[in-house]
């Protein structure tokens, strides 16, 4: 499970993407395409992923 707070404008498209780091720093980036969003106009944006 992640978790992030971040503040971000109201009605504001956003894209994001997850990502794994190992302990020796490798980073593998999951599949496919940045997911994409809109922060609603007010209150809290939660996102419910499952990695790809």
């Known amino acids: ?3 992030a707070g971040l503040q971000l404008p109201p009605n504001t ?3 994001y993407e ?3 780091k190992d302990p020796d720093g ?3 980036w999951e599949s496919g ?3 994409t ?3 609603p106009p007010t209150g809290t944006f939660t ?3 499952t990695w790809r």
């Open 26 to 28: 490798t980073v593998v």
């Open 1 to 3: 499970m992640w978790s």
């Open 18 to 20: 997850y990502l794994l």
């Open 33 to 35: 395409d940045n997911r």
């Open 13 to 15: 498209p956003i894209a």
């Open 47 to 49: 996102a419910d992923d």
């Open 37 to 39: 969003a809109t922060t």
